[in-house]
T-cell receptor, first 112, second 114 residues
Framework: GQQVMQIPQYQHVQEGEDFTTYCNSSTTLSNIQWYKQRPGGHPVFLIQ?????EVKKQKRLTFQFGEAKKNSSLHITATQTTDVGTYFC????????????FGKGITLSVRP | NAGVTQTPKFRILKIGQSMTLQCTQD?????MYWYRQDPGMGLKLIYY???????DKGEVPNGYNVSRSTTEDFPLRLELAAPSQTSVYFCASRSTGDRYNEQFFGPGTRLTVL
């Protein structure tokens, strides 16, 4: 079945450093979504990418969908302590029985 | 709008007990989902529903049951609790206006089975 992979599962950065994480799918995706979960909280939708090569920005966060629609990246410029949390990517498969598969997430910690 | 609400927030069960996790949404969403989240394992889909009266199994349905009698409510039933069901359970919903709309998650129920 479809697999969505996020490696590594944990990353620690110094406040002010940039951070990039990747998401890879075993199959071509219709679209990809990113969610953020703060410690003790629930996942909150950040963004959705649909087109091949699409790039979207939200303040210091930049999201990109790969040309082959099998991978995605999240880049955070100048991390802040408010960026702490777990970032999940979730991909919708193509076809009639499309379903959403979540990656295991990457937990980001930021040292002040 | 309250969005997606879940009760209870926390629960401790003994092995073999049963319980129902409640989920309600006030956004008139047709699609509703139940996920479980174990540490480091992401979100696993238990059951989902595309509308009142229609439910289907997800990735990890064993040991659970659901019903969908109204658009608003999507309860999850554990019949014979087992330690393997210790987890955080999230309910989510989304609209059908755009097939790939975002999912709105509830605050979760933290369940421990001892």
């Amino acid at each position: 079945g479809q697999q969505v992979m996020q490696i590594p599962q944990y990353q620690h950065v110094q406040e002010g450093e940039d951070f990039t994480t990747y998401c890879n799918s075993s199959t071509t995706l219709s679209n990809i979504q990113w969610y953020k979960q703060r410690p003790g909280g629930h996942p909150v939708f950040l963004i959705q990418l649909v087109k091949s090569g699409e790039v979207k920005k939200q303040k210091r966060l930049t999201f990109q969908f790969g040309e082959a629609k099998k991978n995605s990246s999240l880049h955070i410029t100048a991390t802040q302590t408010t960026d702490v949390g777990t970032y999940f990517c979730a991909g919708w498969s193509s076809g009639a029985n499309s379903k959403l598969t979540f990656g295991k997430g990457i937990t980001l910690s930021v040292r002040p | 709008n309250a969005g997606v609400t879940q009760t209870p927030k926390f629960r401790i069960l003994k092995i073999g007990q049963s319980m129902t996790l409640q989920c309600t949404q006030d956004m008139n969403h047709n699609y509703m989902y139940w996920y479980r989240q174990d540490p480091g394992m992401g979100l696993k889909l238990i059951y989902y529903s595309v509308g009142a009266g229609i439910t289907d199994k997800g990735e990890v349905p064993n040991g659970y049951n659901v019903s969908r009698s109204t658009t608003e409510d999507f309860p999850l039933r554990l019949e014979l609790a087992a330690p393997s069901q210790t987890s955080v359970y999230f309910c989510a919903s989304r609209s059908t206006g755009d097939r790939y709309n975002e999912q709105f998650f509830g605050p979760g129920t933290r369940l421990t089975v001892l």
